[in-house]
């Protein structure tokens, strides 16, 4: 049996890892993790890790899945097998290289080749336990019975070396094998050129970075080459290893990848969308329309109502998609518990909106629960030997407790969009079932307590609340709590004198909270948060959480006797301070107030030989910060300029290198308070808690509707057989599943979607052609992949 983990790669760099899932040869790890991708790479890659505690973690396998194959497995569910990993086969960066093949003859009479090899640079040379490598390259020349072999000088520290030497190769090539190259080209080549990187960094033996092989025969006399060269595994992965034993690793892939236009091109697809909560139905609006094309993929939802926020013409839109889900509710018991447009675009609004408002109300109860060992279960056939059942409920009571008393005590916590939207919901559910009281309260609790609360209890990692999915013991307290969350919500909103749970011994522990005060606790909370009344933002008086994480920062030299080294710190960034600590909980050893910071920006590289490194601006000296990786580098820029983006005092120009030894590194000025010589790179919206780019979220909109034109094509279609057969209406196949209230306004807006994209598809050819165009094979951002 074994400990596993799993990590998520780009190329070599870790971004991601799995919690450890103990004593199993089938680990089921149900994590999720989404983010931004912030640098090109070649491969997404997932390693199976066996934990060991003494020893360094075995690498079991791994599953690499290039770049340009991303988009044939999003959104599928996919076994891959494992393959196996050893040093040659783990590469990534690329080489520059200008190469140029001389003809000569020598005072004999001799016909010679002169090979001249310029290696120029090398670009993303990966690190070697989190540090830039000291790499040099080795230039050889093989064929028949000689293989001679030179070497560049050690460049220290650095992942992108400058290498810029120059070496020569003389060969004899007159006779058969000259024959063989001019007559004969097909036969492999005779000579070939071979590169190898290596790092020097190692005491005991070089580690072999990758290597790249051109044969000399694809080189003309008196002609210059000059190209980037990926570097590719040794003997380019050729060797046949046996991976039926390594076992399989089943990935879910989401990618998008979207080239984003400048504003002006997207002007009418957005006055389009934002026009939707106005049109009569509901049911021909563009982003209606949007919802049905794409019903079965969430993936409209999001950008859709992340530009209805934006714009604040959420709150109508969803009233206006709710009331028809409505019409078609006939029965109370179950309002809004099926998957809708209506229901799908709340889910998101509050998982977008509503963070925060988990984080104040249940994160340091759920940290009580995940980081203690208590039991819980209250299921006979579950427990285990020597567990006492009844200390189990009262463990499990007192959970609930905690979390349902903090929960209804939260309404003034409660975003202001999320209680608006309540209201509405509320005053439709009642006039849709006047006779019934109890619905205008079911309408609510079926979204803050089901759909919400309760789905965040169940599943804290996926609303970050935990930064990993709990152990089984935890997930099975976190399932029987959010069970009984979701049922005190329902039940004491419906007033019902029996609990609806299917397991008996559910309903024996739910006989512990048979008390009038549960109901009256639970309507209050919905009454609160679905009132119109205007709240003060949890915001205003207590500052909010936005990110923390450890990683390492180079001393200010504060003191005198201070060394200015790297020290690992835990970060803590809120809406008014960043701050790090010696550890978690303690006390804050420096902090910077938001209102202090002028710029976030990247450092080079150059600086310290480190990558993934960022200063942080401010009226004192730079903070020098190196995150884990490129994602967590990218994910903290971001977050920092957003907070900080309101500050009158903000710079419009910064030095992309440190101040060292008496200058600037950048630009060779001698004094710390010369000005920036490089622009400021433009800061984000400054709205903390909806980070939304409106032009990247009609793109993505743009690219969906034209994924899903041959749909529209058939909604199309069905308006008009609509609007021209008055009869008694069929149900034919092609339109059967779409909501057409009015076949005419439905066309009408279908029209002028199909306009708006074909006016948007003439800039996306052009961009595309230019792109494919500039990106000349050989090029650094298009370099040269295998070559022998």
């Known amino acids: 049996m074994r400990d596993c983990f799993c990590t998520i790669n780009l190329d070599q760099e870790e971004v991601y890892r799995t919690q450890v899932v103990e004593k199993s040869l089938s680990p089921f790890f149900s994590e999720e993790f989404y983010f931004e991708i912030p640098r090109t790479f070649q491969y997404l890659s997932f390693y199976v890790y066996d934990k060991n505690v003494l020893q360094r973690d075995l690498r079991i396998g791994k599953v690499a899945i290039k770049k340009e194959d991303l988009c044939n497995h999003s959104g599928k569910e996919t076994w891959f097998s494992l393959q196996p990993v050893d040093s040659n086969s783990e590469v990534q960066g690329k080489v520059h290289l200008e190469l140029k093949l001389n003809e000569l003859i020598t005072?004999?009479?001799t016909v010679c080749q002169q090979l001249v090899v310029h290696i120029k640079a090398c670009h993303g040379l990966p690190l070697i336990n989190g540090q830039s490598c000291d790499p040099y390259a080795t230039v050889s020349l093989v064929g028949p019975s000689r293989n001679d072999q030179k070497k560049t000088k050690v460049k220290k520290k650095t992942s992108n070396p400058q290498f810029n030497e120059i070496f020569y190769f003389e060969f004899e090539t007159f006779g058969v094998v000259h024959l063989l190259k001019h007559y004969l080209p097909k036969i492999k080549p005779v000579f070939n050129f071979r590169i190898d990187l290596w790092n020097n960094g190692n005491l005991v033996q070089d580690v072999f970075l990758g290597e790249i092989k051109v044969p000399v025969n694809v080189l003309r006399n008196d002609t210059s080459y000059q190209a980037w060269y990926l570097l590719q595994p040794r003997d380019n992965g050729n060797k046949s290893s046996k991976t039926d034993d390594l076992g399989s690793l089943r990935l879910n892939i989401c990618y998008t990848e979207d080239y984003v236009l400048p504003s002006e091109y997207y002007g009418p697809l957005k006055t389009l969308l934002l026009k939707s909560p106005d049109v009569q139905p509901i049911s021909a609006s563009a982003a209606y329309i949007l919802?049905?094309?794409?019903?079965?993929?969430?993936?409209?939802?999001?950008?859709?109502?992340?530009?209805?926020?934006?714009?604040?013409?959420?709150v109508p839109f969803v009233t206006a998609v709710a009331e028809l889900d409505?019409?078609?509710?006939?029965?109370?018991?179950?309002?809004?518990?099926?998957?809708?447009?209506?229901?799908?675009?709340?889910?998101?609004?509050?998982?977008?909106?509503?963070?925060?408002?988990l984080k104040v109300t249940?994160?340091?109860?759920?940290?009580?629960?995940?980081e203690s060992s208590k039991s819980c279960e209250i299921d006979p056939i579950k427990l285990k030997e020597g567990d006492n059942v009844e200390n189990n409920k009262e463990n499990l009571r007192y959970y609930v407790d905690k979390l349902f008393s903090t929960i209804v005590r939260s309404s003034?916590?409660?975003?202001?969009?999320?209680?608006?939207?309540?209201?509405?919901?509320?005053?439709?559910?009642?006039?849709?079932?006047?006779?019934?009281?109890?619905?205008?309260?079911?309408a609510v609790s079926s979204f803050v307590f089901l759909r919400f609360f309760a789905v965040a209890v169940v599943s804290p990692h996926t609303f970050h609340l935990r930064p990993h999915h709990p152990d089984a013991q935890t997930i099975r307290t976190l399932t029987l709590i959010s069970k009984t969350i979701q049922t005190l919500g329902s039940w004491g909103s419906l007033s019902k004198s029996k609990s609806s749970f299917k397991e008996t011994f559910m309903c024996e522990f739910f006989k512990m909270f048979q008390e009038e005060g549960y109901i009256i606790a639970v309507k209050k909370f919905l009454d609160e948060i679905s009132s119109t009344e205007t709240k003060e933002s949890s915001g205003t008086s207590e500052p909010v959480h936005l990110k923390e994480g450890e990683m390492n920062k180079r001393a200010q030299g504060r003191t005198r006797i201070g060394k200015k080294n790297f020290k690992k710190r835990w970060f803590c960034l809120t809406s008014r301070e960043l701050t790090y600590h010696k550890q978690p909980g303690k006390d804050a050893i420096y902090t910077i107030p938001v209102k202090n910071i002028l710029a976030v920006e990247k450092l080079e590289e150059s600086s310290f030989n480190r990558k993934n490194m960022f200063q942080v601006i401010h009226t004192e000296k730079p903070l020098y910060v190196q995150a884990n990786n490129c994602v967590e580098a990218n994910e903290w820029i971001d977050i920092l300029c957003r907070v900080s983006r309101c500050n009158q005092n903000r710079l419009s120009s910064f030095h992309p290198s440190a101040?060292?030894?008496?200058?600037?590194?950048?630009?060779?000025?001698t004094s710390e308070n010369t000005p920036g010589c490089k622009p400021c790179t433009a800061g984000v919206p400054a709205d903390i808690q909806i980070d939304i780019d409106e032009d990247r979220e009609i793109e993505r909109i743009y690219s969906l509707f034209t994924l899903s034109l041959l749909k529209l094509q058939k909604m199309e279609e069905a308006c008009g057989t609509i609007a021209v057969y008055q009869g008694p209406q069929k149900e034919p196949d092609d339109y059967s599943n779409f909501v057409i209230e009015d076949s005419v306004t439905t066309f009408k807006t279908i029209q002028q979607i199909k306009s708006i994209l074909e006016k948007l598809d003439e800039p996306h050819e052009k961009y595309r052609k230019k792109r494919s165009s500039s990106a000349k094979y050989g090029s650094k951002e298009n370099p040269i992949g295998k070559t022998s």
């Open 326 to 357: 409505l019409k078609d509710t006939q029965d109370a018991n179950t309002i809004f518990r099926g998957n809708s447009l209506a229901t799908r675009c709340l889910d998101e609004m509050m998982k977008i909106v509503g963070g925060h408002y």
């Open 291 to 314: 919802g049905e094309i794409c019903r079965d993929k969430n993936d409209a939802v999001l950008p859709l109502v992340r530009l209805l926020l934006h714009h604040n013409k959420l």
């Open 362 to 370: 249940l994160k340091s109860t759920l940290d009580e629960i995940c």
């Open 107 to 109: 005072e004999n009479g």
């Open 412 to 442: 003034m916590s409660c975003p202001t969009v999320m209680c608006d939207i309540f209201y509405s919901l509320r005053q439709m559910a009642t006039q849709r079932f006047p006779n019934d009281p109890h619905v205008q309260y079911s």
């Open 659 to 669: 101040y060292l030894n008496g200058n600037w590194l950048c630009c060779q000025e």
